[in-house]
């Protein structure tokens, strides 16, 4: 919520530009957002290094082919990944890279050992860098930062909406009490407390990151790396939270930054950062000229992110409801998805049966290309917080299907709070490689799709008002927007302070 500065004043600014070190979580939808604000951090004269492990490091190889053709200061770094153990699959440094359920703390144990090898890095660099922007899950991030003097920003992947909630749950103990009810089937509802709007959930869908068995240490250890935090960073924009954005500043007590959307940056190409191994079983080219023959508006597309796995019971009751629906479909599913040859056989006959209507994309889709093309008139959506406000920056209302996390909080924003999704009727979490139990029908899913997609006063009021949301979400990535001079005061800050932090009015904090 930083008030706005010229950008002539940064360029008149005397001394080196800041260095922000950027350290996301070890997760495609964690990496992509830190990716896009580094490359936004460069394109703004700031130094940016995006540190990783050498397996996520590789799969960025594109981003940095193209800083080093555009002359940006922006470097991938992949530090010394610590030996696998504890059942840890040799090789395996990305959540999408997990392959059972039982290895993700594991995993997460492994990642806590990267400090080590951070402070090294930071140590031998041959001035300190201005500033430490590490994601919520790395908590080990922050006594490196302390060691080290160096300011440290918190970057938390979702929605304010979702960030206010669960800190306002942990504050008031909903969690514990939530987590302590008999009541067996879990549908007890529960006021979220501090909200300037009422926000109710069940115990099943107030759960959050690390809230699962084993994980109790890396919560706290996170919960406590955001109060001492210097500041937060959001990929989020004023106009569409702002209630929330001050909300959720006046309850950390520390300057929130609000960037966002990442995703609008005009020179982003997401092709460079399409995981190693996920292609389309058609090209970019073919997608788009599909969709270019179908009417404007009449599309449904739907993709559940690059985590949730569906298995085939779940699967065919997605594709039955798309076909019973009626609708134009475009369906990103993985290959691992429709890796049994019963599944890939149903999946030919849905084709066959659904041929000029609809197009599935095995493995990784050009999502932005989709949501921005004229044709789509609705997201079917896991409401991870990247995809939500992907369609949200395109102006593309959404049925909301959330899985797990932040999702079930995101689907409120998007349903009650901005009105512009419709619930396909998911009331509870599923692991990330699927459920046996069928908990969505293809009777839900035709019902939301035909909802969001057909005529009416509703209908037209929900689409009128994400194309709005879309309109402002441009606004504030142009220069004179929110968003815009956000960053410009942001780099500005950490300039002027040569490293210490600085609140939202350029002022150093004590």
């Not at 160096?150 to 504050?171: E, K, M, Q, V």
């Not at 069928?438 to 035709?446: E, F, N, P, S």
Request: glycine share 10%.
């Amino acid at each position: 919520m930083a008030p706005t500065e010229t950008e002539e004043s940064i360029v008149a600014t005397s001394g080196p530009p800041p260095h922000f070190v950027l350290v996301p979580l070890v997760a495609q939808g964690h990496i992509i957002p830190m990716v896009d604000l580094a490359r936004l951090l460069a394109e703004r004269g700031a130094r940016a290094s995006l540190v990783t492990t050498p397996v996520n490091a590789a799969r960025l190889h594109g981003v940095a082919d193209d800083a080093l053709r555009a002359k940006l200061p922006l470097d991938i770094v992949g530090l010394p990944f610590p030996p696998a153990d504890d059942g840890l699959p040799p090789g395996c440094e990305n959540i999408d890279q997990v392959k059972d359920n039982g290895h993700f703390l594991p995993l997460y144990q492994a990642v806590y050992r990267l400090a080590g090898p951070l402070e090294a890095y930071l140590r031998a660099l041959a001035r300190p860098p201005s500033c430490i922007i590490s994601d919520w899950c790395n908590s080990w991030t922050a006594g490196v930062a302390s060691r080290l003097g160096i300011p440290r920003l918190l970057f938390h992947g979702p929605s304010c909406f979702y960030s206010l909630c669960d800190l306002n749950a942990s504050t008031h103990g909903l969690h514990e009490r939530a987590s302590s009810s008999a009541e067996a089937e879990g549908h007890e509802r529960y006021v979220v407390p501090g909200m300037p709007v009422r926000v109710e959930v069940t115990k099943a869908t107030c759960l959050g990151f690390l809230d699962g068995p084993g994980f109790e240490a890396f919560r706290e250890g996170a919960l406590e790396a955001m109060r001492t935090a210097d500041g937060a960073v959001v990929n989020t924009f004023l106009d569409l939270e702002e209630q929330f954005v001050a909300c959720y500043e006046a309850a950390l007590g520390k300057p929130v930054w609000t960037l966002g959307p990442f995703c609008l940056n005009k020179n982003r190409d997401a092709a460079s950062m399409a995981p190693c191994g996920r292609k389309p079983s058609v090209d970019q080219s073919g997608v788009i000229e599909w969709l270019d023959a179908m009417d404007p508006g009449s599309v449904i597309f739907v993709s559940f992110g690059s985590l949730a796995q569906k298995l085939p019971k779940q699967l065919y009751e997605v594709g039955h409801g798309l076909e019973d629906s009626g609708k134009p479909f475009l369906w990103v599913v993985k290959d691992s998805e429709v890796a049994s040859p019963e599944a890939q056989e149903w999946l030919q006959a849905l084709e066959a049966r659904t041929g000029g209507r609809g197009l599935v994309v095995r493995g990784w889709a050009p999502q932005l290309a989709i949501l921005s093309h004229r044709a789509v008139g609705g997201f079917v959506t896991h409401c991870g917080w990247n995809s939500l406000l992907e369609s949200i920056a395109h102006g593309v209302p959404v049925v909301t299907w959330p899985h797990f996390a932040d999702q079930f909080l995101n689907e409120r924003l998007a349903v009650d709070v901005l009105g512009i999704g419709v619930p396909v009727g998911a009331a509870l979490p599923v692991m990330l490689f699927g459920d046996e139990a069928v908990l969505v029908t293809r009777g839900d899913v035709a019902r939301a799709v035909s909802e969001l997609m057909g005529a009416g006063e509703v209908a037209e009021e929900r689409r009128r008002k994400a194309r709005e949301y879309g309109e402002r979400a441009h606004r504030a990535m142009e220069k004179g927007g929110s968003s815009y001079e956000n960053l410009t005061l942001l780099i500005q800050s950490f300039r002027r302070s040569g490293g210490r932090v600085t609140d939202n009015n350029g002022l150093q904090k004590e």
